[in-house]
């Protein structure tokens, strides 16, 4: 008449003390749905139940997949439906809820093989088409794709703040700061994206949907805004350099990071409260759904996320463009002082901004039939991945980073002294109030004293630190490099110099 299989995660959530009592598992079976009555509902098979000591399993992160034989067989239009007994449907009083659940493919006109689980895709925040999949195999793929990548992703960009934020001397220029800043929207964006769909069980709690729709929608405009500050950054660094610059340059970013985004969200939640709640993506062949605390009004979605994506997307790329072919320019002009950069070394370079700034969420906007699919994979697994990707390109491969962990985190031979020449220059450079860009100037250029100090005098000019994410080589240190944005700087303040 009906079977159950439990999955092996079933008490991975509990307590040790639940854990404990946790030693025997109860099954219940009914023929007759006398005990069970829903208005709502035609039951079409006996009531499977099972109990684990009386204590509440939720949130498995694998399903319980149960059979049971149908009353009558399930032929032509009709389709069969899984659900569980909520006790808090219809008032308090109980009703069969589908939530979570679906019919497998196993299912036969005789009997129905139903699992009890969620499934919810890293794509749904930008799908634009708004209707998902409706192929369950490739929607749990997806689902796995997501949460590992969202998991991987924590844990980096984890690494990459306590990096950051433990080393004063690697985040003292403009890009370390909007880094940590960008690194932390990812986190928050990838924590909630990853409990919403437990959450989203919780359909009686729609002050929590609507909570976790809101927060959701914050953190993943603060993480557009904060690609879009890289981008400026880095536009205002290497192409206009000292030409447009801004008092308390930091305290104007982080207000704009941080503030912009909490006005549009707070807007929406303003017109209507329900904007927020629980979306139902992936109608299914088997008539279920996956359903996802987000945005609900499709106007709401598509003015405060997409125009606003769109908005950032443009700006960044075309500045991207911009400094490419500014870099591109200056590389020509100054082929001698390129010698030791290798095309390998380009694409990394490139490689790290497309990450950094945002480009693979483009990939949504091409997520239509008949390549649909293809892209909701790409834009799963790049955007899922792009705080890990962050922490290779940003943080694992910059040398000054590296310096730092083999100073104070390694041992033995790998461990490097503290007063080496790397230490020994970066010590110096903190002590040095005067600006780096004129450092790296006098070093490479050999200007006179007679224009130098004329600027040197000029406390307006500070040391900002305009290191750019292109490279790891900063200007910080005042070392002679052949790095292009380097090149760029110095000739740019020689012919001030010379105008001076």
Known sequence: MGKITLPASLTENLSPEQQKIASRVQFT??????????????????????????????????????????????????????????FDENGGSGGWNPNGCHVKNSSTENETTCSCDHLTSFAVLLDISRQGLTDRLQATILTYITFIGCGVSSIFLSVTLLTYLAFDKIRRDIPSKILVHLCFALLFLNLVFLLDSWLA???????????????????????????????????????????????????????????????????????????????????????????????????????????????????????????????????????????????????????????????????????????????????SILNSLQGFFIFVFHCAMKENVRKQWRMYLCCGRLRLAENSEWSRTATQSKNNKKSSILTALSSNSGTNSAPRSSVSSNESVPSRGIGSPIDDSQIMTGEVNNDVVLNEINSQLSSRLRSV
């Not at 075309?318 to 030791?340: A, D, G, W």
């Open 29 to 86: 079976f009914f023929q007759k749905s006398t005990f069970f009555q829903d208005k709502n509902m035609t039951l079409n098979s006996p009531i499977l139940g099972s109990s684990l000591a009386n204590l509440s399993i939720k949130n498995l992160r694998e399903g319980v997949e149960f059979t049971l034989r149908n009353k009558q067989p399930v032929v032509g239009n009709y389709v069969a439906s899984c659900v569980f007994w909520d």
């Open 201 to 379: 069980l919780y359909t009686n709690a729609v002050g929590l949907c609507i909570s976790t729709g809101f927060f959701l929608h914050y953190f993943l405009l603060v993480s557009f805004t904060w690609m879009g500050l890289e981008a400026l950054h880095m536009y205002l660094a290497i192409v206009k350099v000292f030409n447009n610059y801004m008092t308390r340059y930091m305290l104007k970013f982080s207000l704009a990071g941080w503030g912009i985004p909490l006005i549009v969200v707070i807007i929406v939640i303003a017109v209507n409260k329900d904007n927020y709640g629980l979306v139902s993506y992936g109608h299914f062949s088997d008539g279920s759904t996956d359903d996802f605390c987000w945005l609900t009004n499709d106007t709401a979605f598509y003015v405060s996320v997409v125009a606003y994506f769109c908005i950032i997307f443009v700006s960044n790329l075309t500045m991207f463009v911009v400094v490419m072919v500014h870099l591109r320019r200056i590389k020509r002009q100054n082929p001698h002082n390129n010698q030791n950069r290798s095309r390998l070394q380009d694409l990394r370079s490139i490689a790290g901004l497309t990450f950094l700034l945002g480009l693979t969420w483009a990939f949504a906007f091409f997520a239509w039939e008949p390549v649909n699919l293809a892209f909701m994979y790409l834009f």
